[in-house]
């Protein structure tokens, strides 16, 4: 018996890192995952590794801001098992820069995938799961939806929104048995955290500051299956009375100063 025995589930940038381990932990819990990536090698990868361990995978290469191409792939995942109980906004992009550096189209480009997309994606699962009464919308947003480093303003603007846009949607769907969360990663080491092609998480400044000085309580950085099982919960009946709520998952970092 697994925790998503019968499930349905989308998961968005499923292909590496945090969407990645979503899917095989939920596959290995019994959920059909539809793997939505726009690098169809990667999502094909992780189909495979799902089939190999037993699990029921499709994988779907789209650009999720081709909102014609996200609404087939909806009508498809539907004509493949009748149904979508559950939704992970997490494909995102990072582009660094500032306000005095950074550019009108890399603000478009990360609110199109980073926010408009969360909206888009959804929006069209939303009536599916109205006319069942039941669903799981799960965003991806970041501490960085509250909190700045200070060289990622769109991408902090568009995670700030999730974390509003979260609220909004479970007020609107709760009336539905849909539930809305969103989960806030700190620091992952995935191919995200490669920064001008040097993992941020291994540098000898943040080893310096937030491992051996405690800037992160649990003194180390976290790795994408350490934030993948609060996925699973909010999907799991065990989660079953909460909606509209962020989920902060960082070893600590927020909670000292
Ligand atoms: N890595 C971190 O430190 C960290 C921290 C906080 C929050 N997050 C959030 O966690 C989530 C996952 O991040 P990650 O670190 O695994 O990132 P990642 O870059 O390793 O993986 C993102 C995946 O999304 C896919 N993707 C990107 N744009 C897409 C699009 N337009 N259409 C379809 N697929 C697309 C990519 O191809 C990739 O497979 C993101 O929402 C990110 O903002 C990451």
């Not at 995938?113 to 009464?133: D, F, I, Q, T, W």
């Not at 092609?197 to 943040?206: A, H, I, L, S, Y």
Request: hydrophobic fraction near 45%; charged fraction near 20%; glycine fraction near 10%.
């Amino acid at each position: 018996m697994g925790l998503l025995d019968q499930q349905v589930a989308m998961v968005t940038g499923a292909g590496q890192g945090l969407g990645r381990a979503v899917a095989l932990e939920y596959a290995a819990e019994g959920a059909s995952v539809a793997l939505l990536e726009r690098n169809p090698e990667t999502a094909e990868a992780v189909r495979q590794e799902i089939e190999a361990a037993g699990g029921e995978a499709r994988a779907y290469p789209l650009d999720i801001t081709d909102y014609d191409r996200y609404a087939q792939v909806v009508a498809d995942v539907i004509a493949w098992k009748g149904q979508i109980d559950v939704l992970v906004n997490n494909a995102a992009i990072a582009l660094y820069g500032t306000i005095l550096n950074d550019t009108l189209e890399n603000w478009r480009k990360q609110i199109a995938v980073n926010l408009e997309a969360v909206y888009m994606g959804s929006k069209l699962v939303a009536p599916h799961m109205v006319a069942r009464r039941y669903g799981r919308i799960i965003s991806v947003a970041s501490i960085q939806g509250f909190a700045s480093s200070g060289d990622a303003g769109p991408y902090n603007a568009a995670k700030g929104a999730i974390i509003a846009y979260t609220k909004s949607m479970a007020v609107e769907l709760g009336p539905y048995n849909i539930m809305v969360n969103a989960v806030a990663p700190g620091f992952m080491r995935t191919p995200m955290s490669f920064v001008d092609g040097v993992d941020e998480t291994t540098t000898p400044d943040f080893e310096e500051w937030y491992v051996r000085r405690g800037k992160v309580p649990l003194r180390r950085t976290g790795l994408p299956e350490d934030v993948s099982g609060t996925i699973v919960f909010l999907a799991s009946s065990y989660c079953r009375y909460m909606t509209g709520q962020l989920l902060v998952v960082d070893g600590g970092l927020m909670s000292t100063f």
